[in-house]
T-cell receptor, first 114, second 115 residues
Framework: EADIYQTPRYLVIGTGKKITLECSQT?????MYWYQQDPGMELHLIHY???????EKGDLSSESTVSRIRTEHFPLTLESARPSHTSQYLC?????????????FGEGSRLTVL | AQSVTQLDSHVSVSEGTPVLLRCNYS??????LFWYVQHPNKGLQLLLK??????LVKGINGFEAEFKKSETSFHLTKPSAHMSDAAEYFC?????????????FGTGTRLLVSP
């Protein structure tokens, strides 16, 4: 079992609310990622981080923001949620510098915005 | 940029029969390829990976995949399906952007296993 945890697992909120999805890993990995996955669709990278104080936008444009103040913690925030943000958000981490490395995934946070 | 194409969105098999999930890749250099599995309401788990060593790669739970450069394929197989194999399977290629590793996912294949 990978030691990467996401909370909440499920969240239903109203439009306009601010939400933060938490992601923590206990493996000491430098690299962390957020992927967005719509039902029956592939995963799209929305944010990633090389390490503390490093954040980059991924391939899919997202209105969410991330922060990396501690190695183990990579939260994702939506300032004002909208129904279009309804999706599953998957956090992952890796310690590999080479392209052969494995990503370890959390179990996901399924967000529904009404 | 690297990409993968999963040729089937759904595959249905009976328990005890062979499984074949097809994947083709596009790469400008020798790729690293992965298969990940996602069970319902769970995160993704690595099944196996190819990293330019042996072309036949063995993974967990009896799965294996063969890298065929001439066909640009990396199909996933298992000799005998089990009910617990029912899940979503993603073929993945590793890409680099500004020196940073990223995984590029296929659209997924849902494996259905009937008794």
């Amino acid at each position: 079992e990978a030691d990467i945890y996401q909370t909440p697992r499920y969240l239903v909120i109203g439009t306009g609310k601010k939400i933060t999805l938490e992601c923590s890993q206990t493996m000491g990995h430098d690299k962390m990622y957020w992927y967005q996955q719509d039902p029956g669709m592939e995963l799209h990278l929305i944010h990633y981080s090389y390490g503390v104080n490093s954040t980059e936008k991924g391939d899919l444009s997202s209105e969410s923001t991330v922060s990396r103040i501690r190695t183990e913690h990579f939260p994702l925030t939506l300032e004002s949620a909208r129904p279009s943000h309804t999706s599953q958000y998957l956090c992952a981490s890796s310690d590999a510098d080479r392209v052969t490395g494995e990503l370890f995934f959390g179990e996901g946070s399924r967000l529904t915005v009404l | 940029a690297q990409s993968v194409t999963q040729l089937d969105s759904h595959v249905s098999v009976s328990e005890g029969t062979p499984v074949l999930l097809r994947c083709n890749y596009s790469s400008s250099y020798s790729p690293s390829l992965f298969w990940y599995v996602q069970h319902p309401n769970k995160g993704l788990q690595l099944l196996l990976k190819y990293t330019s060593a042996a072309t036949l790669v063995k993974g967990i739970n009896g799965f294996e995949a063969e890298f065929k450069k001439s066909e640009t394929s990396f199909h996933l197989t298992k000799p005998s399906a089990h009910m617990s194999d029912a899940a979503e399977y993603f073929c993945v290629v590793s890409d680099r952007d500004k020196g940073f590793q990223k995984l590029v996912f296929g659209t997924g294949t849902r494996l259905l296993v009937s008794p």
